[in-house]
């Protein structure tokens, strides 16, 4: 279809669509992780990128839609730094901007390929705090027609700047605190001078240092240095009205690692996470070293891979089960690629264990328990058999399940996870984690190959809200849970004769499996998804189901999304081939009142006719 064809929104554009479409998911809250797609044809009309649809966009998914305040720091540097007809992409280090040239380099396919070049953004000062290595970003400079391989790896890895990072950095490159790192050597050499002058200069850098951000964002030069990171602090609180200041930050990354090992099982602040985790960590079997936080959940499962690949060697990946569209990615394009079994069958399993047979190796097998969006659980008691007879590693990515209703780490080397759900919950932060476990094979390998290749780029602000936001998660998990078996078994008692199927660990035929792996207070967990007969039921029923619509899950709110369309839009006949079907809906559940939940579902299914193909089903 034309652009301008694309430019005039539908006729009979509705009230809904006109409010809502484009809208974050929160409602004003500037760092929303979902946007609001309300109707089918709106998700439809954003994947085929029809203007009416994205001029509409102000927000999104991070690694889908980039936060403005990323666009705008690039071309604030771009601006200064950049060449004619450049184009800019911020990473928050040099080896991170690296890596994406080095994919452009290998997945570029332009008859007249140009250079692409790093500009390193760095502090005027010479910062020596805790906080030095966050003042820093790394801006990779492309042609434009590079733009689209430049986006496919932003968005695989999940690891560019995040959208808090951006503005903290924008204000000081604006204020002039920021330059590109060749000046800042310079500048610090001359600060220095010859040898028998630095002890005085290194006095006059430290006035220097003490440059500032006030509360207004404005830059001033304070006369003592040692008030420097109170101000920092201070500014962040001020603007942005924190509860924990960023002198905290630090902290509170420990008190997620705590959270995240097991230490934590009750809701606690985070003065009384920190006092109570030391004592617990010595009866836990997984130390908080071993946990490890990403800023977001691709970058966990992309290090992850990265991290067994330097340690282990280039081999291929498997990957069980159909899992998220950016994990097969990940494992197919970066490295020798991957061996897919999309259905995460014993049969698949059973393919595996004859290839090993005949002498094949892989680095690692990657699987989710239970899987998104059919939420199968693999057989893990084979799965870690197999790994142990065949020397390859397990990698669980245990998001959907979550740590509190399934425990999987004694069946996995590594076990990764996205922090943006239901850890957090709130929908307004992104994190990642992967912990490495100890009683592995390959411990001692991967962690001293972490030693060496592992870089904290979790931005303090986003930690801090994440450890806000997980101190009642798990609470909120057992309230989720009841919620989702109320709606699984409202779906299959009362409402069968109108829909397809219900996917969710309780009523899937690998309930065993999951069973197995479900810990004794545990539950299902937060998300199922229903499939329709036909498309233009599957429409009916979203256009008018009364919840929160767009892309994400493991939010306090219930979420859904016609998942097939915004994830597989344009290969639905090949997602089709592994039972994820174009008519199919996800649905987050959230925390709130079981009766209205229902309602919510018995008054979108009013519009859905009774399907006789249903009988006997």
Known sequence: MAAAATMQPPADLTALERERIGQPIPQDVPHAISVSVPTWRSVVAYEQQQMWCLSRMNAGYPRFWPHKSISKLGSAIGKKYGKKGEKGMTFPTHDIAQRCVDYVKQHW????????????????????DWFAPYLRVSVVFYPPDAGSVINTFWTHVGEGVSGRRAEYMLELFEEGLLIEASEAEDMERQRKGPKRYQKKNDSLNAVHDSRRLSPAGGADLAMNANTEDLDRTRFVEERFGRNLNLMLAQKAKLAIRRRIAGTLTSEANLSEALDMAPELDKARPIDVEDVYLYPTGMSSIFNT??????????????CYGFPYVDTAKVLERFGPGSQFYGHGTEEDLDDLERRCQAGEKYLALFCEFPSNPLLRAPNLARVRHLADKYDFAVVIDETIGNFLNVSTMP??????????KIFSG???????????????RYYELLHGTLQTHYTDTYWPEDAIFMERNSRDFVSRITRINTNAGAICDYLTTKASSKIKKVFYPKVNDTRQFYDARKTHNGGYGGLLSVSFWHEEDAIKFYDAFQSEKGPSLGTNFTLASPYTLLAHFHELSWAAEFGIEAAL????????????????????????PERPQQNGH
């Open 585 to 608: 809906v996800r649905f987050s559940v959230g925390l709130e009142e079981t009766s209205k939940l229902i309602e919510m579902f018995e008054k979108a299914l009013e519009l859905v």
């Open 426 to 440: 709130d929908g307004n932060v992104m994190g990642g984690s992967c912990v490495l476990n100890p009683n592995s």
């Open 305 to 318: 891979h990265r991290i067994l690949l330097a340690a282990r060697g280039s081999m291929k990946a498997i």
């Open 109 to 128: 396919k332009s008859p007249e390929a140009r250079p692409l070049r790093i500009c390193d953004i760095t502090s005027k000062s010479n910062h020596q």
């Open 411 to 420: 069946f996995a080397d590594l076990q990764v996870s996205s922090l943006t």
